[in-house]
């Protein structure tokens, strides 16, 4: 078994101010959407006909910057771009696909920070796993470095007048297996203020968890020779 993945090419789409979120291009039916999206004062929340979102965390800063994260199930026919629901012009939001992720129960945890951009140890029991490490600040012009071992996914900010008018937002991945918890670590390079941070992580389907035995089936074959089915209990 092997980690779900984020497609190399077209997997991810931003936005930044107002309007709509484009959902990426390499989607196929059955794949997972991830949306994080964060800003001041509020983060947008996402909608679209025939798609059904689900919180996987939210947390602010106290002070005025929120981050959010959500999943759904892509299928043919849902709606394209998404809606993005807030009451602040000055946000952003991001769409990943995921693919090779289990669609039922995709999240096996995930934690919050409000206070930094250093979210909390992960504990969880799937084998497979694609970790996401997402973090939000008040800043201008910046860029994030994602923790060590992370392939970054989402670096955006706005530049306008004034810091109580600046949002930005990261969003990196590690894939791990055999894997029964992760601490990403702080994400770096950005100077922000009001920082928040979220993180959780995707299961690939059928991932193993616990302890199993195997109990192997031996048949005769016809020829004299046999074959060995192995069976997991």
Known sequence: MASPTIPASNGVTTFTGSGSLAVPSAKVDGDLLIVVSAGQSAAPVPSGSGLSFTLIQATNSGTGQYIRAYWATWNSGDATPLTMTCGRELRHAACLVVQGADTTTPVVDSDVSST????PALSYSSADVLVFSGYAGAGKN???TPPANYSERVDVTTNNDGPAANS???????????????????????TVTDPCSLD???????????????????????SGSFTADAYIA
């Open 168 to 190: 930005v937002m990261g969003v990196a991945t590690r894939a791990l297996t055999a894997s029964t918890g992760e601490d990403p670590g702080a994400a770096s390079g950005a």
């Open 200 to 222: 959780f992580a995707v299961q690939a389907p059928g991932a193993v968890t616990g302890s199993f035995t195997a109990n192997a089936i031996i048949e005769k074959a016809q």
């Open 142 to 144: 910046q860029a994030w």
């Open 116 to 119: 930094s951009v250093d979210p």
